[in-house]
């Protein structure tokens, strides 16, 4: 956050008492990325200015290139703010820093400067700087002692221009001139006073984790193993079947269900993060196993799809299941709610289409599962009984007669 202070008079103390007090500042601009002051601004501003008057020879990124290149040299020569350290003060974390003779002052929040040129001079601790980071709430101050230096870091990693690292900067514009500035590439010229810039708040951003992506590779893999031996206890000659239409039936029921199911998921991952990460998997792979019976629902569908839909939707119950029972106060009472007899309802249809006998071995319990307690059970806010498959039940009864 870059906030002004204009003091023409050159009234204001040169250290403040209190670090944090923003008391005679206004807020200017939200700094993102990187703030200059001195010859960088100034080539930023003039190549404004320049494509602003003529913007049909700034389309292409080459151009733009070629036009950096031609002010930077103009300034090569020029030196416009060859004594700019007699211009302003600077001061990093309350404390006067003394500047050497300089044309400008980069302060970085991100490595990559000027179009991706790493300004620091490097990603890695040494003995008085620590790395840099994106993320510390620390700000990397260097010094731009001329275009030339400015081309040739794009080269080479250089790192004696390095000033200070801190998480508070204050710069006063001395004189009666101003002094250009540039905040994310946008130049202006900024009157005399007090600039001063300090941390105001975070925003979550998108980051590729190749650890992250690696486990779930490895745990998609594993789970396609854990699944392969299901499909011997099909009937083969019947897979390509198509279902009766009072299956179709019921697969539609579940269907809808795990739609709803899924919705509140959505809803309540909106405020908990946590129900995204877990479950993010789950609700991917049942969305698409239902939305392939939608074209062909429900004259053609076939017994592959209501198999995919099934196998699919039990996996979201589970997932959802273990995950609300494993943290009781993860959610709200009224998302908690809504969630668990959207929940329920799935586990009712689930149980419907356990009573068709292909089915069967997609949706009985595991060894690992609970036989004896569904989740209406589980819940103490609900009277939902487990619906056991009658299929199910005439398999036990069967077993049982012999031995008595």
């Known amino acids: 956050m870059l906030l002004a202070n204009i003091d023409p008079f050159g009234a204001t103390p040169f250290i403040d008492p209190d670090l944090d007090s923003l008391e005679g500042y206004m807020e200017k601009c939200v700094m993102n990325n990187y703030f200059g002051i001195g010859l960088d601004a100034k080539i930023s501003l003039e190549f404004n200015n320049k494509r602003e008057e003529h913007p049909e020879k700034c389309r292409s990124r080459t151009k733009n290139m070629m036009w950096y290149g031609v002010l930077g040299t103009k300034e090569l020569l020029q030196r416009t703010y060859k004594n700019l350290e007699q211009k302003v003060q600077l001061e990093c974390d309350g404390q006067y820093i003394p500047l050497p003779s300089l044309q400008g002052i980069a302060v970085l929040n991100i490595p990559s400067y000027a179009g991706g040129t790493n300004f620091w001079g490097g990603t890695k601790e040494d003995d008085i700087f620590c790395a840099p980071s994106f993320d510390d709430k620390i700000l990397e101050v260097v010094a731009v002692f001329g275009s030339m230096q400015m081309a040739v870091s794009r080269v080479i990693k250089l790192q004696h221009h390095r000033i200070a690292q801190c998480r508070t900067v204050k710069i006063t514009i001395l004189g009666d001139e101003g002094v250009p500035i540039q905040v994310d590439g946008e130049a202006w010229i900024q009157p005399p006073g007090v600039i001063k810039?300090?941390?105001?708040?975070?925003?979550?951003?998108?980051?590729?984790?190749?650890?992250?992506?690696?486990?779930l590779k490895s745990w998609e893999d594993k789970l396609k193993y854990d699944k392969g031996p299901l499909r011997p206890h099909l009937y083969p000659q019947q897979s390509v079947d198509l279902a009766t239409e009072e299956e179709a039936t019921l697969v539609q029921m579940c269907a809808r269900a795990a739609e709803e199911l899924i919705t509140r998921i959505c809803e309540a991952a909106k405020t908990n993060g946590l129900l995204e990460q877990e479950l993010a998997h789950a609700v991917n792979a049942a969305s698409h196993a239902i939305n392939?019976?939608?074209?062909?629902?429900?004259?053609?569908?076939?017994?592959?799809?209501a198999i995919e839909v099934a196998s699919t939707v039990k996996a979201l119950y589970n997932e959802t299941e273990s995950l609300l029972l494993g943290r009781v106060s993860l959610l709200d009472p009224p998302e908690e709610e809504q969630l668990s007899g959207a929940l329920q309802t799935a586990?009712?249809?689930?149980?419907?289409?356990g009573e068709i006998p292909w089915l069967y071995h997609i949706l009985q319990p595991n060894d690992e599962e609970d036989h004896s307690l569904g989740y209406g059970k589980r819940n103490s806010r609900s009277s939902m009984f487990r619906i056991v498959p009658k299929f199910k039940k005439e398999k036990t009864s069967k077993k049982m007669s012999p031995q008595s």
């Open 292 to 305: 392939k019976t939608h074209p062909k629902f429900p004259e053609s569908l076939t017994r592959n799809t």
């Open 197 to 215: 810039i300090q941390h105001k708040n975070r925003a979550q951003m998108l980051t590729r984790d190749r650890a992250f992506e690696n486990t």
């Open 347 to 353: 586990e009712l249809e689930l149980g419907k289409l």
